[in-house]
């Protein structure tokens, strides 16, 4: 245990002491005397971690294994980490505020690209050795999450990843680690039969040989490809019945009840939209028993939904008539999705008028019919128009819009489209008779770079340089500027373009994390963090030319530094698509067809 | 019926803010099932309001807050309720019905108690030539204006319990009002040092009859 005389000498010179506490209400208080102690470690601060629904799924799940205690982490911010080294702490659970290092197992959640470095960061501050190879007792470092899919720039650090979703496979993985640690564990030889496990990925038993000019040449190593693991009823697959109730304010403060997994509407930049496949709904008795007795011991006053697409789910009506219904006099208001409300009758669409709404927000993608045929994001310009038209109707001034920019064959002319767009919207706005418009008009329109993510069709294609997003930036705020009441907001392009990087980088970013790292890189999606000095640097140490990652339109033939791992869909199915985006032909969504993507017989069997 | 719930926080939970500690007592009335009476308009919401917010970083063994139900309710039974819900470092004092003649609560509260530990000699030595004085003006900045104010009228009454801590009295009303934290700063200035303590708020009180009297015996 951390001396905890220190830390209340430290906590009142933090920012948001809270953060560091635990003590939440839902919290697992066990023996710390079982098989395997498990760190659940976030790579954000405790807000952002907290409001992450799978990791706190997995550990209420792992919590409920007799061997297993399992506790929570998350990263400390700058500030809080000054003081920890000045005092000689370092990381430690919220649960017992037992040291990390004490552990048998740390897990690290991986969502997006730009937390790596405060992997490295949590690992340092826990005083354990970064590089794997180095690391020859002391926790298993594991990783699990989106990120994962491609999990090579953490090769170098990681001993095993889990691909997939890790409600079946977790179990797994703590039942091989009983058996080892019962007779003394000796790393490598659970590493060895943990590859064997369907869905977990040791990267240093997998070797990777390159050609001269950059590319892979070979993947070499047994149990290959590694398939990911998912579960496939979701109405008996785990779901806690109880959550923790932070005491500080997080991001997501509220019940999220997840409704399904997977969507089958196929828009081909969205790599959540394939890695998740197949769609698994969770029934509407089921999820209606599990908002009850989430709101009666949370005592939460939001619910919200989450999926990929809730609009989508079979029985989302009936979902959201009964929410609102029976929760109506608990003064709970769920924030429902607001796309399909139309169809709804009458005195249920002014219901859902009172009740709170996740906001009207449309994401068009892409400013042009053609562009928008190529991603495949069926929307035409009559339904944003009619969508945007009922959320007028229905009293709202504020619409937000989600655009990207830098889209595969995008043309100066699908920008203009999009200023088209945004201006026929504010029409619609005023075509309304005077009495009916609330207010004055907003639009804020955000425009994020596009970055090409693995396991989608364009995974092979290269980004828009800096230079280029920077120009259609400037093209478009100008252009927006003339028109009253948008707000026009975009993403900095510097991040976007590590995104790429990181997205479809190898093994030799290793290296690049490593001296970022080292540079003072952590917390990098947070805009007062960044510094792209700092890994422009780590490039140049590392002799190492991001641009080969990020501005690389790829052969279709070309091994991919992730073509070991499988994700289900099959690389044919991706080239079907990636050849129809450039033929501008769309692709329907799956429900009105199969379109043998790779799970074909899972969704027959279903 | 108007309810006042007496509460204690102790250990690390002290650095909770006050949005938190309100936020977490309206989910713990909730989920006790208690019938708290919700405001009316667009967006209804629990209204509780605290006799004296208490600062980030002070331990308390006795704060007060107050809440209206729809119906009338046992307080000994709400007592249990509510402390079943509690997380870690909190603790249901009492519960107690609020007479609806009696003013709210803030404006009721006239002074707090503290006790001071874990105290360094140099604070001791200061602090006793505080008490000393008749006056002692310190100068601070509120909304980008500096003012000096006069500290030592809102000292009420000091205890010297050990070589190590002390015990406090002062005011806490909206005309006077001083956080014991604005002591051990001024100390330190003083005497060029670092000083830090435990602090922990003891009662609250309001003004009875003539006599300074504990929030609690207002419900009994």
């Known amino acids: ?606 | 019926m108007r309810v006042c719930v007496k509460f204690s926080r102790e250990g690390f939970c002290k650095y909770l803010a006050h949005l938190d500690i309100q936020r977490l007592f309206v989910r713990a009335i909730k989920r006790a099932g208690i019938p708290a009476k919700y405001s009316s308009g667009f967006n209804p919401h629990m209204n509780i309001s605290f006799a004296y917010p208490l600062g980030v970083g002070i331990e308390t063994l006795g704060d007060y807050f107050e809440f209206v139900t729809t119906r009338d309710i046992d307080v000994v039974q709400a007592q249990k309720q509510l402390q079943e819900q509690m997380p870690e470092g909190f603790s249901v004092v009492a519960v107690g019905q609020l007479c609806d003649t009696e003013g709210k609560l803030m404006a009721l509260t006239q002074q707090a108690e503290y006790r001071l530990e874990k105290l360094p000699m140099q604070f001791m030595d200061w602090m006793k030539s505080f008490l000393q004085e008749k006056s002692y003006h310190i100068r601070r900045e509120r909304k980008g204006k500096i003012q000096t104010i006069d500290i030592r009228p809102s000292v009420r009454e000091c205890i010297f319990l050990t070589q190590q801590s002390l015990c406090l009295w002062v005011d806490c009303s909206s005309g006077s009002a001083l956080n014991p934290t604005l002591l051990l700063k001024q100390a330190a200035e003083v005497c060029k040092q670092e000083i830090t303590a435990q602090v922990i708020r003891l009662e609250l009180y309001t003004q009875k009859n003539g006599s300074m009297l504990p929030l609690q015996t207002l419900f009994g």
């Open chain 1, 1 to 606: 245990m951390i001396d905890t005389v220190k830390l209340d000498q430290i906590l009142p010179l933090v920012e948001k002491p809270g953060r560091y506490i635990g003590k939440e209400l839902g919290s697992v208080k066990k023996s710390t005397d079982l098989p395997i102690r498990f760190l659940f470690a976030f790579p954000d601060v405790y807000e952002v971690g907290m409001s992450h629904l799978g990791s706190i799924i997995l550990y209420h799940m792992t919590n409920a294994r007799s061997d297993t205690y399992a506790e929570r982490a998350y990263a400390p911010f700058p500030d809080m980490q000054e003081q920890m080294k000045k005092m000689g702490i370092r990381l430690y659970s919220l649960e017992t505020y037992t040291e990390a290092s004490a552990f048998d197992i740390i897990g690290f959640n991986l969502s997006y690209e730009m937390c790596y470095t405060t992997v490295l960061s949590m690992m340092d501050l826990a005083g354990i050795p970064l590089l794997a190879r180095e690391r020859k007792e002391g926790p298993i470092i594991m990783a699990g999450g989106t990120c994962t899919y491609n999990p090579e720039p953490l090769a170098d650090f990681i001993d095993l990843f889990v691909i997939g979703e890790g409600e079946e496979v977790n179990h797994e993985l703590l039942d091989l680690y009983v058996r080892h640690k019962k007779k003394g564990l000796n790393k490598q030889a659970f590493l060895k039969d943990a590859a064997k496990i369907p869905g977990i990925y040791v990267p240093s038993l997998v070797q990777v040989e390159y050609c001269t000019d950059g590319t892979i040449a070979a993947i070499k190593g047994e149990n290959l490809p590694v398939k990911k693991r998912f579960i496939l009823d979701m109405d008996n697959a785990y779901y806690p019945d109880s959550l923790i109730v932070p005491n500080i304010e997080i991001v997501h403060d509220r019940v999220v009840l997840e409704i399904f997994r997977g969507c089958t509407r196929g828009c081909r930049f969205c790599q959540a939209g394939f890695i998740y496949r197949p769609v698994r709904e969770k029934s509407l008795q089921k999820l209606m028993a599990q908002a009850h007795q989430l709101i009666k011991q949370t005592g939460y006053d939001e619910l919200s939904l989450s999926s990929l697409s809730s609009g989508d789910y079979s029985c989302i009506e009936q979902l959201s008539v009964r929410l609102l219904d029976e929760f109506e006099d608990q003064h709970v208001s769920p924030s429902l999705p607001s796309l399909r409300v139309d169809s709804f009758q009458k005195e249920y669409a002014q219901k859902m008028q009172n009740a709170r709404k996740t906001g009207f927000t449309f994401a068009p993608e892409a400013g042009s019919q053609r562009l928008r045929d190529v991603i495949n994001k069926n929307v035409t310009e009559e339904d944003i128009l009619r969508g945007v038209g009922y959320a007028f109707e229905s009293g709202a001034s504020t619409v937000k819009l989600y655009f990207m920019m830098g889209l595969p064959t995008e043309t100066t002319k699908d920008l203009d489209d999009m200023v088209e767009l945004v201006s026929k919207i504010r029409e619609v706005y005023y075509r309304l008779p005077k009495e009916q418009r609330n207010g004055s008009l907003k639009i804020n329109v955000s425009a994020a770079s596009f970055v090409p993510k693995p396991f989608t069709p364009f995974q092979w294609e290269a980004q828009d340089t800096t230079q280029q997003l920077r120009e259609k930036q400037n093209y478009l705020k100008e252009k927006f500027r003339s028109l009253k009441g948008v707000r026009f907001a975009y993403h900095d392009s510097p991040i976007s373009f590590l995104e790429a990087v990181f997205a479809r980088g190898d093994r030799k970013l290793g290296k690049v994390l490593w001296y970022a790292w080292q540079q003072g890189a952590q917390f990098d999606s947070w805009q007062d963090c960044f510094k792209m000095e700092r890994y422009e640097k780590a490039f140049e140490l590392a002799g190492i030319d991001p641009c080969f990652y990020a501005y690389r339109s790829r052969d279709v033939e070309e091994i991919l530094p992730w073509d070991h791992i499988d994700c289900g869909v099959t690389k044919e199915f991706m080239q079907r698509e990636l050849r129809r985006a450039k033929a501008g032909k769309t692709t329907p969504d799956c429900r009105q067809g199969c379109l043998r993507c790779g799970f074909e017989e899972v969704c027959v069997k279903k």
